[in-house]
């Protein structure tokens, strides 16, 4: 069952001038399925413009982080920290799993603590803060419960995808995977890698990156969401 998200509120400091854009942001599209008389809209345009907020606010906290690093080296972090499994870490810290307005289906097979889900609700919050409050709170926010948490571990890691998604894969027992470096481009000193994934020979995913094995995490990362995202 939903908790009251004036509780939300009170815990992390802010407080929304318009309470029905918060709603939305935790409003997933099984609960406007299972009640299309309350005209109340789902959280997917806000997970959309959310994505982009957070990339740009990432993307500047690790320029100003990282003064003496090249595009390269920054681009990895902040794929380290925006993918999914980063996200749903930040929005289980903060409870948000409780919160969702979930249809009966979703409720009844575990989707408030299923990932994509989770991941997804943590993009939409920060679209509606956004909309709400503007770049000045979502940049306070993330300082507050990212950004601090980031600093205190240490340099962003990038996650070993490929013996993720192999163990995800193995669990199921759904099938062999196999990676396939299908281009090279760019001169020697500056080399770009694409691959792809199959899975028993259903494409799953690319990837790029300035080496193969490089190139590979990002595929194995795309066949991850894609995934784990199938059940929304």
């Not at 599209?29 to 009640?35: F, I, M, T």
């Not at 972090?77 to 307005?101: D, H, M, N, T, W």
């Not at 199921?172 to 760019?186: C, D, F, K, P, Q």
Request: aromatic residues 10%; negative net charge; glycine residues 8%.
């Amino acid at each position: 069952m939903n908790e009251d998200l004036h509780a939300l509120q009170a815990e992390i400091g802010i407080s929304f001038n318009d309470q029905s854009l918060l709603r939305q942001a935790f409003t997933h599209s099984s609960y406007v399925n299972e009640h299309r008389l309350s005209k109340q809209q789902d959280n997917e345009r806000l997970e959309f413009l959310g994505d982009a907020v957070l990339e740009l606010a990432v993307s500047e906290y690790l320029y100003q982080q990282y003064a003496d690093y090249p595009e390269g080296e920054l681009t990895k972090l902040r794929a380290a920290i925006v993918c999914e499994p980063s996200l749903v870490r930040f929005a289980e810290a903060l409870q948000f799993g409780k919160y969702v307005y979930l249809g009966k289906g979703e409720e009844l097979t575990g989707g408030r603590t299923r990932p994509a889900l989770l991941a997804d609700v943590f993009e939409s919050f920060i679209g509606a803060l956004y909309l709400d409050q503007g770049w000045t709170e979502v940049r306070r926010f993330l300082h507050k419960y990212v950004f601090s948490a980031l600093s205190q571990e240490g340099k962003p890691q990038m996650n070993d995808y490929k013996t993720l998604l192999q163990e995800w894969i193995q669990q199921r027992s759904m099938g062999t995977l196999e990676y396939r470096i299908v281009e090279e481009r760019g001169p020697a000193h500056d080399r770009e890698f694409v691959s792809e994934v199959y899975m028993s020979g259903t494409f799953l995913g690319t990837g790029r990156g300035r080496s193969k094995k490089e190139a590979e995490q990002q595929a194995a990362c795309q066949a991850l969401n894609r995934l784990t995202g199938m059940k929304k």
